[in-house]
């Protein structure tokens, strides 16, 4: 019987100085949660899903051939820990064809702008990692809301953007 390993509650912390200065991507570190290698990228001027808000997105680092199914959530804050946006939960299949999820629109870039919104122009992006279901290649099954699903049929529509 193949096995499936799910843990809970991890997170990683993104501080971002000079903020408003940033003009392309910007990745984060390499970080470990539950078992698996993780990066977040994040877009300070946009991407081509959005111009006008700060997209990010949560990428697996190794996806395995069945990959590992994730849930979510991205917390901005500003230099005083402020919460500035908390992000919907998303939730992916991490695999070789699918490595990255996440939001192309968080907080509109006009509110970044804003001196008193973003306290001396740092940026910090927490992501909350609250479940992991790492499939094993003996077992070609996820569980979705309780039921098993062949994981090569599984496709997420959510409204999380994956890569």
Request: proline share 3%.
């Amino acid at each position: 019987m193949g096995q499936k390993q799910v843990q809970r509650n991890s997170s990683f912390r993104f501080q971002i100085n000079n903020f408003s200065e940033k003009e392309s991507a910007i990745k984060s570190q390499t970080f470990m949660s539950h078992g698996c290698e993780w990066y977040l990228y994040v877009y300070p001027k946009g991407d081509s899903r959005s111009d006008v808000h700060l997209p990010i997105y949560l990428f697996i680092a190794n996806p395995k051939s069945l990959g590992s199914e994730c849930t979510f959530q991205f917390v901005l804050l500003n230099q005083s820990n402020k919460e500035l946006y908390r992000s919907p939960i998303g939730q992916g299949l991490f695999c070789a064809k699918s490595t990255g999820y996440g939001f192309a629109q968080t907080l509109p870039h006009r509110k970044l702008r804003e001196k008193v919104f973003l306290e001396k122009d740092r940026l910090t992006v927490e992501v909350y990692i609250s479940r992991v279901e790492v499939v094993s290649e003996k077992k070609k099954t996820v569980d979705i809301n309780g039921f098993q699903v062949l994981a090569s049929q599984v496709s997420l529509k959510r409204i999380c953007f994956f890569f």
